[in-house]
């Protein structure tokens, strides 16, 4: 009887989301890494964003992501019918198989309150308190909770049990295990006190490495890491950005000093903005040096030029090993 009931619901929901389609309802298509695509074929989910319940909360879109197969991926709100959505209110992500994977509140696209997390078996994984650390929007959603929830909240584990049901951690204290986002795969593990990270933790690097850090009271103490290769690395510092040699200032000011304003652009009084991509590769070099959003030629390719003159850069590290980083800058035009 219950499972009649909820075939019924859904394909009443989905009756509705075929009629809004044809009115004032939003349709975009994505991969999994979030890049937007235009067709559904090539999409492995796709975002159904209709207008406001008349019966509910009339501020709020509706929004249903759904797997490329048609199955349910997630439902909320949001505050904008913008494909890059501003969670607001409560989401529910769930499994291919139909069972909860997450259940959070969103204040301003950003956590709030206790954010429950499943196994795909439908047991609980963790019951976690989150205080927001940081009052801009986020768009979207993120590929790994726990590392999103790393920088940008205080977190406050209330529990955290394996796939059995058995208690973990509670309270911020106990033994911790870190999945991927389909608990396919451990990606780290260790203890913690009073939620710091504390002793020996140990994880997974891509396909073949590991890493073992050491901790106190949150503060990393040492680290190395093993990589195929037979090679070791240690650290001080899990993971540091990639960075122009002198730093970000000396890199606009290598623009400035080396910018040439095309002629044709000036005569034309055009101003604006070219922004380039780059990626910083592993010894520093730049490479795949592109223009993201151009104003004209003239302006596009001078600005090629100049970054393809960049001396080297220090490459970013992660576990001590120089991993491959990508970019966004904007070279302004401005000064005719």
């Known amino acids: 009887m219950l499972k009649n009931f909820l075939t019924l619901v859904f394909s009443l929901l989905l009756l509705q989301i075929v009629k809004a389609e044809k009115t004032d309802s939003l349709v975009v298509y994505y991969k999994n890494s979030g890049q937007r695509v235009a067709l559904k074929d090539s999409a492995d989910y796709y975002r159904v964003i209709l207008p406001p319940d008349s019966t509910g909360d009339k501020d709020l879109y509706r929004v249903y992501d759904y797997y490329s197969d048609g199955k349910l991926k997630s439902v909320g709100t949001s505050l904008t019918q913008q494909a890059n959505i501003v969670l607001d209110g409560t989401c529910i992500d769930y499994y291919r198989n139909g069972k909860r994977k997450r259940t959070a509140q969103y204040k301003n696209g950003r956590y709030t309150g206790i954010t429950y997390t499943y196994y795909p078996n ?44 058995n208690l973990l951690v509670t309270n911020g204290t106990g033994h911790i295990i870190i999945f991927d986002d389909d608990f396919k795969k451990i990606l780290e593990e260790g203890d913690i006190s009073n939620n710091k990270k504390e002793g020996e933790w140990r994880g997974a690097i891509a396909d ?45 000011l290598f623009i400035k000093k080396n910018l040439q304003y095309p002629e044709s652009a000036k005569k034309r009084k055009i101003k604006g903005e070219v922004l380039v991509e780059f990626s910083v590769e592993t010894n520093g070099t730049l490479s795949d040096v592109k223009v993201a959003r151009g104003v004209m030629k003239s302006l596009d390719d001078e600005a090629l030029r100049v970054i393809n003159l960049s001396p080297l850069w220090v490459p970013a590290y992660r576990f001590g090993i120089p991993i491959r980083t990508h970019h966004t800058i904007a070279v302004s035009f401005y000064n005719l």
Do not use: M, P
């Open 122 to 165: 439908g047991k609980t994984y963790s019951a976690i308190k989150v205080e927001d650390l940081n009052s801009s929007y986020y768009y979207g959603y993120y590929n790994n909770f726990f590392q999103e929830l790393n920088n940008n909240y205080k977190i406050q584990i209330l529990e955290l049990r394996d796939s059995l049901d």
């Open 208 to 252: 073949s490495g590991k890493f073992i850090c050491t901790f106190h009271k949150d503060a990393l103490k040492s680290g190395i890491s093993y990589v195929k290769s037979g090679h070791h690395y240690s650290f001080k510092q899990v993971e540091t950005r990639s960075e122009f040699s002198d730093g970000t200032d000396a890199f606009y």
